[in-house]
Antibody, heavy 121, light 108 residues
Framework: EVQLLESGGALVQPGGSLRLSCAAS????????MGWVRQAPGKGLEWVAV????????YFADSVRGRFTISRDNSMNTVNLEMSGLRAEDTALYFC??????????????WGQGTLVTVSS | SSVLTQPPSVAVAPGKTASITCEGN??????VHWYQQKPGQAPVLVIY???DRPSGIPERFSGSKSGNTATLTISRVEGGDEADFYC???????????FGTGTKVTVL
């Protein structure tokens, strides 16, 4: 059974930093891209970042590029999202998600339950 | 990058058919995927690669595409189908996942 468990969400001041983690199990972790998708309160889904299975390639939404980084540890089956320069508009529930495709990018077939990030003074 | 536009809301009576559209430039050349999100829950994949259903998703859910419009159809709608629905594509030109604006389905 595929499981994705996010952690690290917190209340942080504007301009601050935060690290989110996602622990994965139940599939061949290194074969799949892993992404983060966020949802601001009462709003729709917004893709944030993705990292390829080997970790060599990363892609970011325009809204976070240059402020967020994504990494993975295939020996520990974890993926991390490092967020810096946080703004009020980064306030959201952050979901970790697994791409269905093998060694490419397409869609997310499994999602975690999310971890809440609140940016406020 | 791509922009995917969905109607904000769709209302349907139980037992009837709900159709949710997703319009976007060049969507004809992309694979479209659909997610259902119930309140307080994570999204669930209901249709992938335009018209395939993951295991466990009822046959009442189907997908189609014509030109630059993709459609999710829910037949014989039930009260439990009330949720927000999102379309999504992978935009190869910008290396981004793009989600639609979302549609709230209300069962009357």
């Amino acid at each position: 059974e595929v499981q994705l468990l996010e952690s690290g969400g917190a209340l942080v001041q504007p301009g601050g930093s935060l690290r989110l983690s996602c622990a994965a199990s139940g599939f061949t972790f290194g074969s799949h891209a892993m992404g983060w998708v966020r949802q601001a309160p009462g709003k729709g889904l917004e893709w944030v970042a993705v990292i390829g299975g080997s970790g060599a390639r990363t892609y970011f939404a325009d809204s976070v590029r240059g402020r967020f980084t994504i990494s993975r540890d295939n020996s520990m089956n974890t993926v991390n999202l490092e967020m810096s320069g946080l703004r009020a508009e980064d306030t959201a529930l952050y979901f970790c998600a697994k791409d269905l495709s093998i060694h490419t990018y397409a869609l997310f077939d499994y999602w975690g339950q999310g971890t809440l990030v609140t940016v406020s003074s | 990058s791509s922009v995917l536009t969905q109607p904000p809301s769709v209302a349907v009576a139980p037992g009837k058919t709900a159709s949710i559209t997703c319009e976007g430039n060049n969507i004809a050349s992309k694979s479209v995927h659909w997610y259902q999100q119930k309140p307080g829950q994570a999204p669930v994949l209901v249709i992938y690669y335009n018209n395939d259903r993951p295991s466990g998703i009822p046959e009442r859910f189907s997908g189609s595409k014509s030109g630059n419009t993709a459609t999710l159809t829910i037949s014989r709608v039930e009260g439990g189908d009330e949720a927000d629905f999102y379309c999504q594509v992978w935009d190869r030109s910008s290396d981004q996942y793009v989600f639609g604006t979302g549609t709230k389905v209300t069962v009357l």
